[in-house]
């Protein structure tokens, strides 16, 4: 494993290059993306990745300690809640549409239905994050790389309603991630607009910030902060008011406009380098601050940066 030092000042990070690795296994190499990641109360960091099984858990030194979740050949979207004190998944996958509720374990809860033709916006469908809301328990689905529509679910997987992005900035183009932050507000990643777009609990318009990301792919949240991956390329800190505050790993092989060819699949002996990231999918705060990166490319990276 190899460390370096990356940010300044408050936002000083030691990076753990391969803290931790996908099995290999032929899946694993032929795919094996990075998509999603969490941390468990008891410690242990949670992939969600592209390989079989699907659903893969690290102890806090990124040994692999358990797996499961053999059906998700398309596993992107991974989000943690906690009901009544006990933790659940939320996992998206975008090959199956598949959105379903399961325990830690595995043990499946509930299975969201796709929208019906009359309810799903511009005629696709193919999801790529689920929210709940903590405050009543409704899902809240993102349809990225569908037709971009968010639905609205309740806790028992009814249908309720949709956003189209209409209701503010303008139409969501790429609704790739979403996350409800400690303000009980929305968060949507409108990757495809290199926007923020903030919602209310019940799907109302709050505000929008079309200059702070170029690509973001999802948030989590901590001690104020709101923790963007980006997808071309790096890793940002914002405030409450979505002005960026820090920026980590972004690396100058990879813009919005520039990229190498077959980006993000690229030569990683030449371009996969400690302190610079390739292409930022997933990213989540430890409960002390650290942050942990997985990214979009073939054979999977996971990334811990350690708050120094």
């Known amino acids: 494993m190899t460390t370096t030092q990356i940010g300044s000042g408050e936002f000083t990070y030691r990076w753990h290059e391969d803290w931790a690795k996908i099995p290999d296994t032929p899946p694993g190499r032929n795919n094996g993306r990075t998509h999603g990641v969490g941390v468990l109360d008891d410690g242990r960091v949670v992939v969600f990745a592209q390989t079989v099984p699907g659903v893969l858990f690290y102890n806090a030194q990124g040994q692999l300690m358990d797996s499961w979740g053999d059906r998700f050949t398309g596993a992107h979207g991974l989000e943690i809640v906690k009901e009544d004190g006990i933790e659940y998944f939320w996992l998206v996958d975008q090959n199956s549409c598949e959105v379903c509720k399961t325990t830690v374990d595995g043990e499946l809860v509930l299975r969201l239905s796709p929208p019906t033709d009359e309810n799903m916006f511009n005629g696709r469908y193919m999801p790529t994050w ?26 028992d997987g009814t249908y309720l309603g949709r956003l189209t992005g209409e209701e503010g900035a303008g ?11 400690p ?30 990301t170029h690509s973001p792919c999802g948030f989590d949240f901590f001690d104020g902060l709101i923790l963007v991956p980006e997808l071309f390329t790096g890793v940002k800190l914002l405030s409450h008011d979505l002005d960026v505050v820090a920026e980590l790993g972004a690396s100058p092989d990879v813009t919005p406009d520039t990229k190498p060819e077959g980006w993000p699949q690229v030569d990683r002996a ?39």
């Open 270 to 308: 030449a371009l996969i380098k400690p302190g610079r990231f390739n292409s930022p999918h997933g990213a989540c705060f430890g409960p002390n601050g650290d942050i942990y990166v997985v990214e979009w490319i073939v054979g999977g990276r996971i990334t811990k940066l350690e708050k120094i």
């Open 171 to 181: 139409e969501f183009k790429c609704s790739h991630g979403l996350k409800f932050g």
């Open 130 to 155: 689920a929210a709940v809301n903590p405050a009543n328990g409704d899902i809240w689905v993102a349809d990225g790389y569908g037709g971009s529509g968010v639905y609205r679910h309740a806790s």
């Open 183 to 212: 303000d009980g507000n929305l968060y949507i990643a409108d990757r495809g607009n290199h926007r923020v777009t903030v919602y209310d609990g019940e799907g109302r318009y709050l505000r929008h910030n079309d200059d702070a």
